[in-house]
């Protein structure tokens, strides 16, 4: 299977994920609201779940725009420059944010996987052991890392994976 196979795979499955995640969201939102002022009897772990989800939503969704190159302040930086330094800075940027994401992500994500999962720490609502809450943030940073070495792997081979949503910008010019 070919690397632009693979991203694709990875995008579709990650999309799905988060349009579940976000649909799950809304209708536990709409579930607060109706139960907090038809029923007039709040449900009471609405509120930690929607908060959780958030949290994967946020992070998941923050892996998929960096595979999708949506980085606005990257991108900005990168129009300006122009060649060769341009080649170098894509592949610099990749670099760090794949050395960001092994780093702060997996690596601080998993000491505070472990250390929460170790001390036994459980949400107050729905009694949901915190390690798998924050586990999102490992994950979130092995997909960033998957798609960094996607595209350092396509600088090196000299192609550039020109995602739909930077082609439509680039051609309309906005």
Not at 23 to 35: I, R
Not at 90 to 99: N, R, T, Y
Request: a positive charge.
């Amino acid at each position: 299977m070919s690397w632009k196979k693979a991203k694709d795979k990875v995008d579709s499955i990650l999309a799905w994920t988060l349009i579940v995640l976000m649909a799950a969201n809304v209708f536990n939102v709409l579930w607060q609201v109706f139960t907090r002022f038809i029923l007039n009897n709040p449900s009471a772990f609405t509120e930690e779940l929607a908060r959780f989800l958030l949290i994967w939503v946020g992070l998941l969704g923050a892996a998929y725009a960096a595979g999708r190159k949506m980085h606005l302040a990257i991108e900005v930086i990168l129009e300006q420059l122009k060649g060769k330094i341009r080649e170098i800075a894509e592949f610099a940027i990749q670099f760090f944010i794949f050395l960001f994401a092994l780093l702060v992500m997996v690596v601080g994500g998993i000491r505070l996987v472990a250390i929460t999962l170790a001390l036994d720490q459980i949400s107050a609502a729905l009694r949901v052991k915190l390690g798998y809450v924050y586990l999102v943030l490992p994950i979130s940073g092995l997909l960033i890392m998957f798609y960094a070495l996607v595209f350092i792997g396509d600088r090196i081979k000299g192609k550039e994976i020109q995602e739909p949503v930077l082609e439509a910008v680039n051609r309309e010019g906005i």
